[in-house]
């Protein structure tokens, strides 16, 4: 019995390091959506509908810093396009961490950073819910946050 126990033991020690948190084209997929974050960035300072139906899940949610929540496609479009229009100003994305749940989820966490045209600057933090649908990443949730203090 001690020989198995410390034969298991020993096994787990070698092969554990292997197993956790690999998922296969990680690196690969990474760059994907940050690339996804970025064009998701570049539609809504564009204001472009189009590509932000080709990027987002139809039953995408969002809820943004003022605590309003945007259901399904159509609601978070006009959202995005009327948030867009009235805050005019260039809008950054910077993804830090990226954390798989599976090999087609994943959550993206962002610094994401409004600069107003009069100069003034809005600092939140962004995270997005990103599943592979469609032989491609897409967004499937956003929470914007504004941290307190």
Same mark, same amino acid.
């Given at each position: 019995?001690?020989?198995?126990? *410390?034969?298991?033991? !020993?096994?787990? &020690?070698?092969?554990?390091? @292997?197993?956790?948190?690999? %998922?296969?084209? /990680?690196? +690969? ?26 990027? *987002?899940?139809?039953? !995408?949610?969002? &809820?943004?810093?003022?605590? @309003?929540?945007?259901?399904? %496609?159509?609601? /978070?479009? +006009? ?71």
């Amino acid at each position: 019995m001690k020989n198995f126990l *410390l034969t298991t033991f !020993i096994l787990f &020690l070698f092969f554990a390091p @292997t197993y956790a948190q690999n %998922i296969s084209g /990680a690196k +690969e997929d990474e760059q994907q959506i940050i690339s996804l974050i970025d064009q998701y960035s570049k539609a809504r300072e564009t204001k472009d509908a189009e590509l932000l139906k080709s990027i *987002l899940v139809k039953d !995408i949610d969002q &809820l943004v810093s003022s605590g @309003t929540w945007r259901r399904g %496609i159509d609601t /978070a479009l +006009e959202g995005m396009m009327r948030s867009s229009a009235s805050r005019p100003g260039s809008r950054t994305l910077a993804v830090e961490t990226i954390r798989f749940l599976n090999p087609t989820s994943a959550i993206a966490d962002a610094r994401y950073k409004v600069t107003n045209t009069d100069g003034s600057v809005r600092k939140m933090w962004s995270t997005f819910i990103v599943i592979y649908e469609d032989n491609r990443w897409k967004i499937a949730a956003i929470r914007n946050m504004l941290p307190a203090g």
